[in-house]
């Protein structure tokens, strides 16, 4: 079975760091786009940014210059380097990538479990 693992959130003072992983495991033959989404309480998923196979990446306005998003192809694993956070960064944070399964036959949308980031003095 397809899963998206997420680790890296936390608690974290304004103008910190955090890194945010997202390690794709089961059996699959390749993932294609990686993408990392948030979402407040009662508000749509937001696309925060996004990495192609080859690398190409997309940001909202709002995190331009402040997040970086990448990804390990070996390791089937994207990251989001998130620097100079504020509290309006506060959100539970998603992975989802496009997956061809090993044992399927096309490629399908998967999400992660979400890990809550936290932006407070």
């Given at each position: 079975q397809?899963?998206?693992?997420?680790?890296?959130?936390?608690?974290?003072?304004?103008?910190?760091?955090?890194?945010?992983?997202?390690?794709?495991?089961?059996?699959?033959?390749?993932?294609?786009?990686?993408?990392?989404?948030?979402?407040?309480?009662?508000?749509q998923?937001?696309?925060?940014?996004?990495?192609?196979?080859?690398?190409?990446?997309?940001?909202?306005?709002?995190?331009?210059?402040?997040?970086?998003?990448?990804?390990?192809?070996?390791?089937?694993?994207?990251?989001?380097?998130?620097?100079?956070?504020?509290?309006?960064?506060?959100?539970?944070?998603?992975?989802?990538?496009?997956?061809?399964?090993?044992?399927?036959?096309?490629?399908?949308?998967?999400?992660?479990?979400?890990?809550?980031?936290?932006?407070?003095?």
């Amino acid at each position: 079975q397809v899963q998206l693992v997420e680790s890296g959130g936390g608690l974290v003072q304004p103008g910190g760091s955090l890194r945010l992983s997202c390690a794709v495991s089961g059996s699959i033959f390749r993932v294609y786009d990686m993408d990392w989404y948030r979402q407040a309480p009662g508000a749509q998923r937001e696309l925060v940014a996004s990495v192609t196979r080859g690398g190409n990446t997309n940001y909202i306005d709002s995190v331009k210059g402040r997040f970086t998003i990448s990804r390990d192809n070996a390791k089937d694993t994207v990251y989001l380097q998130l620097n100079n956070l504020k509290p309006e960064d506060t959100d539970v944070y998603y992975c989802n990538a496009d997956i061809f399964p090993a044992a399927d036959r096309g490629v399908y949308n998967y999400w992660g479990q979400g890990t809550q980031v936290t932006v407070s003095s």
